[in-house]
Structures are given as structure tokens and as C-alpha cells.
């Protein structure tokens, strides 16, 4: 089948190499792998499994008369467009534009938009789907996609893009304990699919395996981070005598996790999220994992290491198994009221196996570990088990 190709656009700084490696799930843009166009002035990605390219612009910034002519990277793309279709591929058009605006700025000038309408007015009525890029802010959206609509509506009397969407492309962390999760990908993702010729279209078999793997990736990363504060967190040289310590980090973590998942409001969604989060502070099960480890004998290291270990060690597991449950749920192989179902499962997580699993850390860590090193042994450990589930 012939792949479908969409022109990333817009300045440097906007976050188009993020936003391309997420939508990979690879760091491919950030460290300059990819195909090679015809030109330096473009890099064409790609992903087995998803089949469209990204055709990425270097050099998109206006300078003094930089738009009198043509722009060179929209000429270097115009350029691999013919050659294509001179080696007789069907590979050889742009078929969708995504033009990535900054979320963090406050001003959007007409004339950047008609910068972009004349350096793409070679592909005329090519769909263009406006990109808000790094849009932490859910109350600066609405602001955000109104800032683009006048841009537009001031710059073209036509020309309108089909769809303004913000999206966060990794987790931005504000503190240990706030963060927006990504969002929006795998809706582009969708977006893109649609707006792509017949012929061009990926399987919605194939899209659904995607955006699920995608889910999948994004909550285990927010896991992995979250991990790494419970850590920082624990490593006090004071002893730990239960998780309720770390119940804003674990509430940031399973609120970040149940967005990823499409799982955000509502009374059964909030009764969900308050159960895992009382699995992992004040329930028996937990209370009795930190018993346990409290109890090993023969570990001769620091309060602090040992309390870094439980800390990440608790945050890991609860991490892992709300992703087990909130994949469950949205493949709707669970109801999100099963919420006795969520205990018992989670409850799990800290049995037998959790503590043998710790107590392989605190027997190989050494006084002065650096708690992210802990954090990752442990998510190491904690993550193979979510894969065996799945």
C-alpha cells in the first residue's frame, strides 16, 4: 500500500522533534537518525506498523526577505515530491500539513500564518491541521485555540485549518508531585488517518494496536518518573513507617495515568481512582509489604537507602498495576465500577512476589545509591511482571 506523507511545519522551539518522537515512540528526531531526503533541508521518519511518513522542515523561519522566494526547505521538499514520482512511486505527495504552534506563547501574528499559507501554496487545498504544541495548561486552551482561529481568520479569507488541536507530546513535570501527562497523540494520530486519501488509510486494526501501544508507553514512562521522586522522597534518613507520605505523588501518578488511558471524570471514575490510591497508603496490604521489608534481616545499609527502596518500590507497583487496570478498562474487558475487582488486583501487587522482588534490591544496593539508580533497578523489576500480564 502507498504510504501517505504529512509536512511537519514550524519554528524551531515550537517542539516539532518531540512531538515527532512521540508520535514514533522513538528518539529518532532528537538525534538525527531517519531517511534522508533529497535535500539537508528535510528528514523523512518514519514507523514500521504506521504507515505514513513525517517529513520533517529544517530552516522554516522567516528572515529579511526570506519569503520573497520560494523557501529552501519547502523547495528541498517540492524536490523529493518529483524525484519520487520520477522513480515511479506512488509515495510522491504531501497529503496532510501539521503546523506546530507553540502553546507557551501568548501571540500568534497574522503574518506567520501567511508565511506558512505561501510556503505551502504549491500543495493547495492539502488539509492542514493546526498543532497546539506543549499545551500543559487546560485552562490556556481555550485562549490558545482562539489565538490560532483569529491568526487564520485575520491572514486568509479561505483558508481555515481543519482541526486546531492541542497536545502534549511527554509528561512535563511541574513538581515531583504535578504533571501533565501526554495527550493528544494518538488523537493527531486518529486525525491524520481520517484526512489521508483512500488507498493511504492505515487499518483500524493496525491503529487500534498503535494508539494502545502508545497508552501503553506514555504511562509506564509517567511511572518510571514517578518511581524516581518516591525515591527522592524516601531516601530521609528517618524511618518510614507507612506510605501516606507518598499519597500526592501516587495521586499525581494515577490521575496521570487514568488521562493517558481516557479515564478522567465523573463519580465511578473518581470512586476508581481513590480506591487504587488507598490500596497504596493506607491499606492492609501495603502496611503489611512495609512490615516486611522492615523485617529482612541482615540488610546493612542506610535508614534512608532502605526507605528509598520501599518508597520507589511501593509508587512502581502501584504504577504498574493501575496500568494493568486502566488498559483493562478501556479495552472493555472491565467495568469501571468493578471496583472490588481493583482492590483485589492491586492488593496483589504487594504480596509475596513485591517483597521478594525488594528484598533482591536491598540486597545488592550500597550505602550512598543514587536514588534514581534505585528507582530504576526497581522499575526494571516491577515493569517485566506488567508485561507477562499482558
Excluded at 538525527?32 to 506498523?49: H, L, N, V
Excluded at 492539502?126 to 491572514?155: G, L, Y
Amino acid at each position: 500500500m502507498a504510504k501517505g506523507n504529512v509536512l511537519v511545519v514550524g519554528n524551531s522551539g515550537v517542539g516539532k522533534s518531540t512531538l515527532i518522537n512521540a508520535v514514533l515512540g522513538e528518539e529518532k528526531a532528537a538525534t538525527g537518525f531517519g531517511i534522508k531526503g533529497t535535500s539537508s533541508e528535510i528528514t523523512i521518519y518514519e514507523r514500521e506498523g504506521l504507515d505514513f511518513n513525517l517529513i520533517d522542515t529544517v530552516g522554516f523561519e522567516p528572515v529579511k526577505n526570506f519569503w520573497e522566494l520560494e523557501p529552501k526547505a519547502i523547495k528541498s521538499v517540492r524536490k523529493w515530491c518529483k524525484e519520487a514520482a520520477l522513480d515511479e512511486s506512488e509515495d510522491n505527495d504531501i497529503n496532510v500539513i501539521w503546523f506546530c504552534i507553540d502553546g507557551t506563547s501568548s501571540k500568534l501574528f497574522p503574518k506567520t500564518i501567511k508565511d506558512l499559507l505561501h510556503a505551502t501554496s504549491v500543495w493547495k487545498g492539502v488539509p492542514i491541521v493546526a498543532v497546539i504544541t506543549k499545551s500543559f495548561s487546560q485552562p490556556d486552551r481555550e485562549k490558545n485555540i482562539e489565538m490560532v482561529e483569529n491568526a487564520f481568520a485575520a491572514a486568509s479569507k479561505t483558508i481555515r485549518p481543519v482541526c486546531i488541536l492541542p497536545v502534549i507530546a511527554e509528561s512535563y513535570y511541574l513538581t515531583d508531585t504535578v504533571f501533565a501527562p501526554p495527550e493528544g497523540i494518538t488523537e493527531l494520530v486518529d486525525l491524520t488517518n481520517e484526512l489521508l486519501p483512500e488507498g493511504k488509510r492505515i487499518a483500524s486494526d493496525i491503529v487500534s494496536e498503535y494508539k494502545l501501544e502508545r497508552r501503553r508507553a506514555f504511562s509506564q514512562a509517567a511511572t518510571l518518573a514517578s518511581t524516581a521522586a518516591a525515591a527522592t522522597i524516601g531516601a530521609v534518613p528517618v524511618p518510614f513507617a507507612d506510605a501516606l507520605l507518598l499519597q500526592p505523588l501516587e495521586i499525581a501518578e494515577i490521575n496521570g495515568i487514568a488521562a493517558i488511558y481516557g479515564i478522567r471524570k465523573g463519580d465511578q471514575a473518581k470512586l476508581l481512582k481513590n480506591t487504587i490510591v488507598e490500596v497504596g497508603t493506607i491499606s492492609t496490604a501495603a502496611k503489611a509489604a512495609i512490615s516486611a521489608l522492615k523485617a529482612i534481616p541482615g540488610i546493612n545499609v542506610a535508614t534512608g537507602v532502605i526507605n528509598a527502596v520501599i518508597a520507589s518500590g511501593i509508587v512502581a507497583a502501584l504504577g504498574e498495576g493501575s496500568i494493568y487496570v486502566f488498559e483493562q478498562i478501556y479495552l472493555g474487558n472491565k467495568d469501571i465500577s468493578d471496583v472490588d475487582w481493583v482492590r483485589k488486583f492491586l492488593e496483589s501487587q504487594f504480596a509475596g512476589s513485591f517483597v521478594e522482588k525488594m528484598k533482591s534490591v536491598l540486597e545488592t544496593v550500597t550505602d550512598g545509591a543514587d536514588p534514581k539508580d534505585i528507582a530504576k533497578q526497581i522499575y526494571d523489576l516491577i515493569i517485566q511482571s506488567i508485561t507477562k500480564k499482558q
